[in-house]
């Protein structure tokens, strides 16, 4: 077995031991630098070990111990696995510096160890959620990202966040607890955990008829526990208050990545265990693809309504994750392959614009009402340009990475038999809502501040990370915008091998 | 029917035990109550999971004298497994009340509705 | 001006609702505008309550057709009953060397599953710490109001005399024997633990800072997940890589008081930072 291959479980571990040693070491600003080198250290090699199994153009099952499945852990890779979790590491790192500043500011100087431990734990366990290859792993991994997403809420101790952090430790425990219910019903049904094993009997099971009614009862309350967690329509209520009041740094990684990860994980199980000709069978599907339907409409419909800019980004978010429920909802290949492209280009897009905003308020006091930023971008023109592209790659204008998701989407839609009208339809007026609330927000940064009740916007300070984050972001959101087709092949291929 | 049910006896009082925990998690404005029905719906899913290792005749999964024997001993995993699930339950539960413990130090309340109406007062 | 200049201006962000008025224009209106909201959200709770009510016999009946289709309970020849569980019980002891084929299972054959457990114990103790750990003025004075450490009780005091070398003892021959008997790190540490809390509430918790201190208490319990984390990843690297090596006889061992001792410290460590905010 090539040296590559061990890439990904050390990278796990190597976030895993920084975040327990890091609860002891001493001094905020060495335990900031120590969690940035990691994410650095740990992007490098998740790319190294992406270009390594592109070229291999394989997947593999890697034993976590000595015993193979479906006896012992494993976990297996292929091209898209590695593809996310580049992406997901070195957004985070991007988030971290972009949101340095705040972040000293927001955290109490003795506690920010802790919270450096929480970020390592949340880059684990979106590694694990998206390598694993056992569906126990899975639920504890769950755990891991929701404590620690809660805590990252929290860090900043005031009591805004606090109420929004429980409310949103409850709906995460409810989505665990429907998963954890879930995987028991699966184990009972099949005596399995590892997913090879559990895709033989699922098949098996499918064509004698045995146990259908409790397959089809799981499958509908593992994705009711996953959609809760991943903010799927009717369950996303706690999303704008966590997202909206927690610092930037958390907003731009909780709202860029966590709700990913358990959207990785519903594909995972879709593809690997259960097959997507189950899940249209069971039209298990089809309700998804409504309730990311409703979450376009009803999350963008609710940005439009809000005054508030870290909230206003949060309902986003809303949105763009009924995107990709929806590409799940086609059912199709095609729709997941477009599902996960949306899940990479909202990773680079919603921490650009909350690290631009946290820039931009950082002018005004920290200030975030949309009224009070009013002229900030002639303060830090950067950041105003970073929220431009950001916004503007929201929109889907093209160039920008947006476009390349709605183009996606639309293809895929054409490979459906009955959704590709209802799916142009609601891409278009998306688009149209979606501008509604971000234009305007583009053009209040940049207009000039000549309200007398505001106060003066003070210069802003140099801040040199800042600035490297919303360029890198800027660049990742334009490449994935320009050149889509390389990476798409790749998250093709890495579906076919998953 | 009835045989149905006396087979799957601890599946439905499972399932029960669910609901009851599940619908006081929605419904409860009080926080620590939450907790409790939090509580509940865990220890259900691991009534359920222990159930489905037992099997009739056997017993607990520690091997003595008689070896190896596959037909003497229980199903092993559905322990492990519940140990697990223990232990994630009790860590939950530690950061949720010490969360209460807080709420309750800034706003003087754990009922969600008197939250909300602390926070509004305050203009947050 | 219509709200849609507004608009365009940049005023306004939207054209829908925001209305950017002074903030002293709109306050005579703020009174009941303040009830409304009240009787707004008391109609939204019990909206809500109701729609949960039926939501959940919804879902008990769902879940109840659920339960009744399940594999028969106890019979063996279930799903459940298959060639994994065969292979644990068969050669646990052989390719593990735990008779208590249970610790075998958690530690060795998924032992991953075990890691990411206690790390889950490590971050609440984290967690706790960062909403509790008194480093500022309020956080000092809302753990001050909670503290009120009881007087010294006679009666508590000489039973906990009598029973706490009793517990020791049990919670180190169950942290000890793990492998081989009912037990393990997670039952021997919480024992453990339980213990320290006796002693606290029945001699103050000055008394155990005497010999377990913040220093320790990190000591103990970074030490001992980080010999988890670190044999485990060994143990991977060789199991994944093909090398052979005799790891596997004591990693159950090892990686039992490792727990234990994580455990035991977490365990203590909720107690003493919900009372009093500190070590």
């Known amino acids: 077995m090539p040296f590559a291959w061990n890439l990904p479980y050390m990278s796990v571990f190597l976030t895993m031991i920084t975040a327990i040693l890091l609860s002891v070491i001493p001094g905020a600003k060495r335990a900031y630098w120590i969690t940035v080198c990691v994410f650095a250290i740990v992007t490098v090699m998740s790319l190294c070990f992406l270009s390594f199994i592109v070229r291999a153009d394989a997947s593999y099952a890697f034993t976590m111990g000595k015993f193979p499945a479906p006896f012992g852990n494993e976990i297996k890779f292929g091209p898209l696995q590695g593809l996310l979790a580049s992406v997901f590491a070195a957004v985070m790192c991007l988030s971290l510096l972009g949101g340095r500043a705040e972040l000293f500011e927001d955290v109490d100087e003795k506690k920010m160890g802790l919270a450096c431990v929480m970020l390592n734990m949340v880059l684990a366990s979106l590694l694990i959620l998206s390598y694993t290859n056992d569906a126990f792993t899975a639920y504890v991994f769950i755990e891991i990202s929701t404590i620690a997403a809660c805590a990252l809420v929290m860090i900043k101790d005031s009591g805004p966040t606090l109420v929004a952090t429980i409310r949103y430790l409850f709906m995460s425990l409810l989505g665990s607890g429907l998963f954890l219910f879930s995987i028991i019903l699966l184990y009972a049904i099949t005596g399995h955990l590892l997913m090879p094993q559990l895709k033989e009997s699922v098949a098996k099971l499918m064509e004698t008829g045995n146990y259908t009614k409790v397959l089809a009862l799981l499958l509908g309350m593992m994705t009711a526990g996953l959609g809760v967690k991943a903010a799927m329509f009717p369950f996303h209520r706690w999303l704008p208050d966590a997202h909206g009041t927690a610092t930037t740094t958390s907003s731009a990684v909780l709202s860029g990545l966590v709700v990913k990860g358990y959207a990785v994980l519903l594909i995972t199980m879709y593809v690997r265990v259960f097959t997507l000709d189950t899940v249209r069978a069971f039209h298990i599907n089809d309700a998804v693809f409504v309730l990311g339907f409703c979450g376009m409409i009803l999350g963008s419909v609710q940005a439009i309504r809000e005054t508030h800019a870290k909230r206003m980004l949060a309902y986003s978010s809303v949105a763009q994750l009924g995107y990709v429920f929806m590409g799940i909802g086609l059912g199709t290949p095609e729709g997941i392959a477009a599902a996960c492209f949306q899940i990479l280009i909202h990773a680079f897009t919603k921490p650009l614009l909350f690290v631009s905003v946290g820039r931009l308020a950082s002018t005004v006091h920290h200030d975030k009402q949309l009224r009070a930023l009013r002229g900030t971008a002639w303060q830090t023109p950067l950041a105003g340009i970073g929220f431009g592209i950001g916004a503007l790659s929201m929109v889907g204008i093209p160039l920008f990475g947006g476009f390349a998701a709605k183009v996606n989407f639309a293809t895929a839609s054409v490979f459906t038999d009955t959704k590709i009208v209802l799916t142009l339809a609601v891409l278009a007026i998306s688009s149209v809502l979606n501008a509604l609330y971000y234009i305007p927000a583009i053009i209040n940064i940049w207009s000039i501040r000549k309200d007398a009740a505001l106060p003066e916007a003070g210069k802003a300070k140099k801040d040199p990370t800042a600035t490297a984050a919303i360029i890198l972001l800027a660049c990742g959101v334009l490449f994935l915008g320009v050149c889509f087709t390389p990476v798409m092949n790749i998250i093709v291929r890495g579906l076919e091998l998953m | ?124 | 001006m219509s709200a849609f200049t507004r608009w365009v201006d940049g005023e306004a962000a939207v054209p829908l609702k925001t209305d950017f008025k002074p903030v002293k224009e709109r306050k005579p209106k703020e009174k009941h505008a303040s009830l409304g909201d009240k009787q707004r959200l008391d109609g939204f709770l019990s909206l809500y309550a109701k729609c949960a009510v039926v939501i959940s016999v919804l879902m008990l009946i769902v879940l109840l057709i659920g339960a009744v289709a399940l594999p028969t309970f106890a019979e063996p020849g279930n799903p459940t009953d298959n060639e994994v569980v065969h292979r644990y019980v068969g050669s646990a002891e052989e390719e593990t060397g735990a008779e208590n084929v249970i610790a075998g299972m958690i530690l060795n054959y998924r032992g991953f599953d075990t890691f990411g457990e206690s790390c889950v114990l490590f971050l609440a103790v984290c967690c706790v710490m960062l909403l509790l750990w008194a480093t500022n003025d309020k956080i000092k004075a809302e753990a001050k109001a909670c503290e009120k450490e009881a007087p010294p009780d006679v009666i508590l005091q000489k039973v906990a005399k009598l029973l706490l070398p009793c517990v020791l003892c049990f919670g180190m021959c169950v942290l000890f024997n793990g492998h081989v008997s009912p037990g393990g790190g997670f039952s021997g540490g919480s024992i453990l633990g339980a213990a320290l809390i006796l002693f606290a509430v029945a001699f103050g918790a000055d008394s155990v800072r005497r010999f377990f201190t913040a220093k320790v208490f990190n000591t103990v319990r970074i030490t001992g997940l980080m010999i988890y984390g670190s044999m485990f990843g060994v143990y991977i690297y060789q199991g994944a890589n093909g090398i052979s090596s005799n790891l596997a006889h004591y990693i159950v061992l090892v990686i039992d008081i490792a727990v234990g001792l994580v455990v035991m410290s977490t365990m203590y460590g909720f107690y003493s930072f919900y009372t009093k905010g500190e070590l």
């Open chain 2, 1 to 124: 029917m009835l045989n149905l049910i006396i087979n799957n006896r601890f599946a439905i009082a499972s399932v029960i035990l669910f609901v009851t925990g599940f619908v006081n998690m929605m419904v409860h404005p009080n926080l620590i109550k939450k907790i409790v029905s939090f509580n509940i719906m865990d220890s259900a899913t691991f009534l359920m999971l222990a159930s489905r290792g037992m099997i009739a005749g056997r017993t607990a999964a520690i091997l003595t004298d008689g070896g190896a024997d596959t037909s003497l001993y229980v199903n092993p995993i559905p322990a492990g497994l519940v140990l697990t699930g223990i232990v994630v339950s009790v860590s939950v539960s530690a950061f949720s009340l010490a969360l209460v413990q807080r709420i309750y130090g800034t706003y003087g309340t754990v009922d969600l509705r008197e939250l909300l109406d602390a926070m509004k007062k305050k203009g947050e």
